[in-house]
């Protein structure tokens, strides 16, 4: 289930988006410290967008009113802004809060051209500049290939056509070596797509794909959150991650309802 996937990956990751030790053993360390665990905005929208498309209610609404309920979840300004304003247009957004919240587009959507057009969709209520529609549509279709059975090297070269070496900084052609030393934390899309799913590309099950986010500086609760979902559709599952026992524990009921309708 890529949403719980998704999900997982932005509690596990919120450890160390803003506290993350220079000298982590990021190989060893306990994937839950029980420190700075916690749903952020990532996984509010996420399961924002899963109520809407279930309950069949008005996108930017549920968005809003389940948005509003959690005001201390990690929005970035100007989304916060969305949420708690009265203008709920689209802003031209290019950042990864796209791509972080379209999980369940990947998962749900059967068909494949739906599939893009909804993960577009989700994107343009606010993140509507091109370069935020398509990290939520490359994000849903690495999720959808990995639930339909396609390769790592599907997946791998399907996200290298969307951003091609030379052109994109962080493009998935730069290995885990190359992101510890050189990568910049930075909250555009483009950048943090292609990286995220090298972290999955490079993986071998969910815990490795983890410890690969752990292992350098970014934005890692959304690093999770974008490639979570991949990363469990790919393995089936979480492996010897307690993943139900974290989910228990730390998404408010609320929200645990949606995530295991």
């Given amino acids: 289930m890529a949403v719980k ?17 220079k000298n982590l053993d990021w190989k060893n360390v ?10 952020t905005d990532d996984s509010v929208m996420l399961l924002a967008i899963k109520q809407a498309y279930t309950d069949g209610t008005d996108l930017t609404e549920t968005m809003v009113k389940i948005g509003r309920k959690y005001p201390n979840a990690g929005y970035g300004g ?52 091109p370069e935020g529609i398509k ?12 639930k339909h059975g396609m390769s790592r090297q599907d997946i791998y070269d399907y996200v290298l056509e969307q951003y091609p070496a030379g052109e994109y900084p962080f493009s998935i052609d730069k290995d885990m070596d190359y992101l510890r030393k050189h990568y910049i934390w930075t909250e555009k899309c483009s950048d943090t797509v292609p990286a995220a799913m090298r972290c999955f590309y490079d993986s071998r099950d969910y815990e490795s794909f983890m410890r690969n986010i752990f292992s350098f500086e970014c934005d890692s609760d959304t690093f999770g959150a974008i490639a979570g979902g991949v990363a469990e559709e790919y393995y089936h599952g979480f492996g010897n991650v307690d993943a139900e026992g974290i989910l228990k524990k730390y998404v408010p009921e609320d929200l645990y309802e949606i995530l295991v309708r």
């Fill in 30 to 39: 306990p994937l839950d410290r029980g420190h700075h665990m916690t749903v």
């Fill in 5 to 21: 996937g998704a999900v997982l990956g932005d509690i596990l990751g919120a450890q160390y988006e803003f506290e993350r030790p």
């Fill in 135 to 146: 990290g939520a549509v490359v994000t849903a279709t690495c999720i959808w290939m990995a």
């Fill in 78 to 129: 100007r989304f916060y802004n969305w949420i708690n304003g009265d203008d709920h247009s689209p802003y031209n957004s290019w950042g990864n809060g796209s791509a972080m919240r379209v999980a369940f587009v990947g998962e749900f959507f059967e068909d494949y051209d739906e599939m893009q057009r909804r993960a577009a969709e989700t994107a343009a209520v606010s993140h509507d500049h």
